[in-house]
């Protein structure tokens, strides 16, 4: 039994290493690729470590001023889409979660087959729908496309989370003459603090590394979000064979290095707000 519980142990340990490294890999590579020199980026046979470290790339990233136009248009439409996400997923989410209706499960399971979409199915639609409303080429279609995959995660999650709040607390408030109004703003915003900052966060995240919508719905160069910006690094280059990978890797790691510090930062909320609606009561 002793040496089935070692094994188990090992195993396990060995899962979460590989998973850790697999998941680690990527980045580690774009940080490391980001302080060569172009010879070394494209030297026979590749070496992991840079012999001759640069910042070279850094420079040639931040003096570019398309780039730090586009990764200001990514933080005003991350964070407009992320205030918006909260400010309509907690209203509707106090309605779903705290209020029983005839077709409250049909709303939430319409709610919950929106995420299943792949976003190329949606984009015809959405394309015509920003024709439509005169926002082509403008950042408000990114902010309202890309509510279409924050808002159902938002109001799924926040969903369960207000479920889980005891009916007491409800009851007490009421007794004390507080308004559904009331209750929410000042019970039941508090009380789901852990799972709007794990939804703000993640819409956060995923409308900062989305790149199918802004492709296709932003033409200009000072239009452009942050990944956008980083694929077009190709087509601004001298030469019409060459690809500016150290530029590309400097870029991706001043890109993800935030969304990562904001993740260890708030971890610990972000695991108490995805776990809170597992248990009621």
Known sequence: MKARGVARRAAFGMAVVFLVVYLVFPFGWALVSSF???AELFSTPARFWPEHPTLEHYRRVLANDDFLRAALNSVLVASSVTLVSLAIGALAAFALGRYRFRGRSLVLYVILSMT????????GALFQLVNALGLYNRLPALTLTYLVFTLPFTIWVLTGFLEAVPVEIEEAAYMDGASPLQLFAKIMLPLAAPGMV???LLS???AWNELLFALSFMQTPDKRT???AIL???ATTSSAFEVPWGQMMAASVLVTTPL???ALVFQRRIIAGLTAGAVKG
């Open 36 to 38: 060569k020199t172009n």
């Open 116 to 123: 299943l979409f792949p976003q190329i199915a949606v984009l």
């Open 198 to 200: 794990t939804t703000g």
């Open 204 to 206: 956060f995240i995923a």
């Open 226 to 228: 942050v990944t956008h």
């Open 232 to 234: 077009s690094f190709s």
């Open 260 to 262: 990562v510090l904001l």
